[in-house]
Nanobody, 122 residues
């Protein structure tokens, strides 16, 4: 299984980016997908957003609601995260994960991408 994240970069506060995660080696449409992030100061990854297998359900961390949008293209085995109105606190390495949603909770699997760095300057 490979999850290849891309699209990170340097952006000014208030700007936008779209990060992507291309999956291979798994039945992509059978997995909910999640985005997590880890800043330099943090010792672990934190949940950002998740999307159900069909894309019909999405859940977000409170701090990104209304600014970030998760989507997926099952035909291309790719999940996206649109990041708008970026803040310096959003600076982190963003990781994708293939997992499950039960109720309104996301359960990550052992399948992680390598991460893509998003840096927001003030």
């Amino acid at each position: 299984v490979q999850l290849q994240a891309s699209g990170g970069g340097l952006v000014q506060a208030g700007g936008s980016l779209r990060v992507s995660c291309a999956a291979s080696g798994l039945s992509f449409s059978n997995y909910a997908m999640g985005w997590f992030r880890q800043s330099r100061e943090q010792s672990r990854k934190f949940f950002v957003a998740t999307i159900s297998t069909s894309g019909g359900a999405t859940y977000y961390q409170d701090s990104v609601k209304g600014r970030f949008t998760i989507s997926r293209d099952n035909a291309k085995n790719t999940v996206f995260l649109q990041l708008n109105s970026l803040k310096p606190d959003d600076t982190a390495v963003y990781y994708c994960n293939a997992g499950q949603i039960r109720g309104s909770y996301y359960y990550p699997s052992r399948y992680w991408g390598q991460g893509t760095l998003v840096t927001v300057s003030s």
